[in-house]
C-alpha cells in the first residue's frame, strides 16, 4: 500500500506516538476472511459505495488486527464480547417500567430485530435522525414506562449488544438520501472539518493513513460494522458515540456528548461509509 501523508496530519501521529511508516510486506492481507464459528463467513472487503469518493475500497477494521485478536473474533466462545450479548438477551425479556411490560411484550423475541443494526442511524416518523439508542430508550420511556438508559450505561451496551448480534452477516445497508441527506451532508462536513490543537479531522487518520502506525497499532478506516466493539485495553464493551467522543478528545478538542445530535449525523456519515461490509454482531478489538 503506497503510504499516503499530510503534512499535520503526519505530525500529529508522531505526536500521538505513531511511527508514520507503511505496513510491511506480510503485515496486511486485505483477502483473509472473517469465519466466525467455522460456518459463518462475513465480509470484510468490499467496493466503496458511489458517494464516498475518497476511498476505492472498504475494508473492516477485523483486517488491520493481529492474528491473535482476529482469532478471539472468530470463535463466540472466546469472545469477551458475548457475556453481554446474554445480558442484553435476558434483559429483552425483563419485564421494567410502570406498563409492566418488557421489550419481547410488544416485538415477541429478540430475533425479530433482525435487520435493525444494519439501517441504524435512521430517520424515524417524526423526521428525528435516530441512533438504536434513542429508539431503545423511546420504547422504554413510551411504551414501558420506564426509565431512559444512560447511553453507555451497562444495560444499553448490553442491549445493544444482543439486537446487534441478530443482524450478524447482514451488510450494512443505512439511508442517506431522502430525508436523511442533510443529516447526512452534516456528518459529512464533520469528517471532513479539522479540529483540535492538534488540527486534525476523521479523514486525516481513517482516509489519508489508514493502515499506518499508531502507538504499536494499525489505523483502520474506523468502520463502525463491528460495534458495540469489546476493547481488550479497557475490558468492556464501548459504543460507537463513545468512540466518537475519545477520538475527538484526542486531537485535543472539546468533544460533543454521547447521543449529541452532532455524534448521531457523524455516526450516519461514518456508517454509510461502509455500506456493504458485513454487521459483526459484537467485534473485538485492542
Not at 468490499?46 to 476505492?56: S, V
Not at 450479548?85 to 416485538?107: I, N, Q, R
Not at 444494519?118 to 430517520?123: L, S
Amino acid at each position: 500500500m503506497k503510504l499516503r501523508k499530510t503534512t499535520m496530519a503526519a505530525i500529529a501521529l508522531a505526536v500521538l506516538g505513531g511511527t508514520g511508516a507503511a505496513w510491511a510486506a506480510g503485515d496486511w492481507n486485505p483477502e483473509a476472511k472473517l469465519t466466525i464459528n467455522g460456518d459463518l463467513t462475513l465480509t470484510t472487503k468490499a467496493k466503496a459505495p458511489a458517494n464516498i469518493p475518497g476511498l476505492k475500497e472498504i475494508y473492516s477494521g477485523w483486517l488491520f488486527r493481529d492474528p491473535s485478536t482476529q482469532a478471539i473474533e472468530e470463535d463466540d466462545f472466546s469472545n469477551p464480547g458475548m457475556t453481554a450479548v446474554d445480558a442484553g438477551s435476558a434483559l429483552w425479556s425483563h419485564v421494567d417500567g410502570t406498563a409492566g411490560k418488557s421489550c419481547a411484550s410488544c416485538h415477541n423475541g429478540i430475533e425479530s430485530m433482525k435487520g435493525v443494526r444494519a439501517a441504524m442511524p435512521k430517520v424515524n416518523k417524526a423526521g428525528k435522525l435516530w441512533s438504536m439508542e434513542d429508539y431503545i430508550n423511546d420504547c422504554r420511556t413510551n411504551r414501558m414506562g420506564a426509565k431512559a438508559w444512560g447511553w453507555n450505561s451497562q444495560p444499553m451496551v448490553d442491549m445493544t449488544a444482543a439486537i446487534s448480534m441478530q443482524s450478524r452477516g447482514m451488510p450494512v445497508d443505512v439511508k442517506t438520501d431522502g430525508a436523511a441527506k442533510p443529516f447526512w451532508e452534516a456528518g459529512k462536513k464533520m469528517y471532513y472539518t479539522r479540529t483540535g490543537m492538534l488540527q486534525l479531522s476523521c479523514a486525516n487518520c481513517h482516509e489519508d493513513h489508514f493502515g499506518d502506525h499508531i502507538r504499536g497499532d494499525h489505523l483502520s478506516q474506523g468502520q463502525t460494522n463491528g460495534f458495540p466493539v469489546y476493547r481488550l485495553s479497557t475490558g468492556g464493551l464501548v459504543s460507537i458515540h463513545k468512540r466518537f467522543f475519545g477520538c475527538i478528545r484526542d486531537t485535543r478538542a472539546e468533544s460533543y456528548k454521547p447521543g449529541s445530535e452532532a455524534l448521531r449525523e457523524l455516526e450516519l456519515y461514518v456508517a454509510s461509509r461502509g455500506n456493504g461490509l458485513s454487521v459483526e454482531g459484537v467485534s473485538v478489538r485492542p
